[in-house]
């Protein structure tokens, strides 16, 4: 069946990194496109990052361009979300999905309602 599982999480002070991993089984992961989510206490599950399985596209959230990338490789069917200069206000519960297919892309790839099957999830602790 299919399944998606998270690693990498952990407590880091501000100005830190982390790498996040999403590994894929029970599907072949380069037919399809990966989103990135997150989740802060008492707030919406919001998307962070999404990347195409056909050229490798990248999308992101205005609130981490330039900190975080990420990226595949489909040869160990795992997607990563590199985080850098993290910030207190990126404390959450982070998750990957897998997006839907034959769907389209653009604004669509923020939506919870894109993506088909989902982790569960890896926490991300941002404090001094």
């Known amino acids: 069946q299919v399944q998606l599982v998270e690693s990498g999480g952990g407590l880091v002070q501000p100005g830190g990194s982390l790498r996040l991993s999403c590994a894929a089984s029970g599907f072949t992961l380069a037919n399809y496109a990966i989103g990135w989510f997150r989740q802060a206490p008492g707030k919406e599950r919001e998307g962070v990052a999404c990347i195409r399985s056909s050229d490798g596209v990248t999308y992101y959230v205005d609130s981490v361009k330039g900190r975080f990338t990420i990226s595949r490789d489909n040869a160990k069917n795992t997607v990563y979300l590199q985080m850098n200069s993290l910030k207190l206000e990126d404390t959450a519960v982070y998750y990957c999905?897998?997006?839907?297919?034959?769907?389209?892309?653009?604004?669509?790839?923020?939506?919870?309602?894109?993506?088909?099957?989902w982790g569960q999830g890896t926490q991300v602790t941002v404090s001094s």
């Open positions: 999905a897998r997006y839907r297919p034959a769907l389209p892309f653009g604004s669509m790839w923020r939506s919870r309602a894109t993506y088909d099957y």
